[in-house]
């Protein structure tokens, strides 16, 4: 049973472009989280999505940043016009239900590279 | 405003040795899990406690939920340079909150 995939690994943009990144979730998964990893700092929660609707986008950036979860195809983490600020780990998890005792299961990253 | 502090932040012990990681809050969590994380890689899930009082364990790692549910350790037994990473305890429920890791370096 693959795990939660993400790609690209490593992404390098320079400032004012579009950064896309990938999630698919692990198999028989339906809800999808992002959470950014900054230097020196913990992971935080970004958005939470399911098929189609996002549920919770309570630590996304108000600008920039937007998240899509389709019918078909991986999760879309995709940030416009970059800055080097957004230099960080992405990582996406997934889990079979919501809730305390659903876990998350975490993929690889990526890691944007801002120049 | 749900918080989780771990401590200590960071840890370098010698092979063989045991150690003791905590995760505090002052929040009631339902249950709250233990990832490890390498560099360059995801977190990886080692165990999530649900029951207050509960302890469980996974080989040389014994992990145990406080009564109130507010608190979690984590205890590793003759640690090993295996064992080296970045130990991090999460709760909430679907929007996972993290501590701020404890960085663990075992020497052999």
């Known amino acids: 049973n693959a795990g939660v995939m993400q790609n690209p690994r490593h992404l390098v943009r320079r400032r004012g472009q579009e950064a896309r990144l990938r999630c698919s979730p692990m198999?028989?998964?339906?809800?999808v989280y992002w959470y950014r990893q900054l230097p020196e700092e913990g992971l935080k929660f970004m958005v939470y999505?399911?098929?189609?609707?996002?549920?919770?986008e309570s630590g996304m950036p108000k600008e920039r940043f937007s998240a899509e979860f389709p019918k078909e195809g991986p999760s879309i983490l995709r940030i416009q016009q970059v800055v080097r600020g957004d230099s960080a780990a992405y990582f996406c998890?997934?889990?079979?239900?919501?809730?305390?005792?659903?876990?998350?299961?975490f993929g690889p990253g990526t890691r944007l590279t801002v120049t | 405003t749900q918080l989780l502090e771990q401590s200590p932040q960071f840890l370098s012990i010698q092979e063989g040795e045991n150690l003791t990681v905590y995760c505090n809050s002052s929040?009631?969590?339902?249950?709250l899990q233990w990832y490890r994380q390498e560099p360059g890689e995801g977190p990886v899930l080692l165990v999530t406690?649900?029951?207050?009082?509960e302890v469980k364990k996974l080989k040389r790692l014994t992990f145990q939920f406080g009564d109130a549910r507010k608190d979690s350790s984590l205890h590793i037994t003759a640690a090993q340079p295996g064992d080296t990473g970045l130990y991090l305890c999460?709760?909430?429920?679907?929007?996972?909150?993290f501590g701020q890791g404890t960085e663990l370096s075992v020497k052999p």
């Open positions: 998890a997934s889990s079979l239900r919501t809730g305390g005792d659903y876990e998350q299961y």
């Open positions: 198999k028989g998964h339906s809800h």
């Open positions: 999505l399911q098929k189609e609707n996002i549920i919770d």
């Open positions: 929040s009631v969590f339902s249950s």
């Open positions: 406690v649900v029951t207050g009082g």
């Open positions: 999460a709760g909430g429920g679907g929007k996972l909150i």
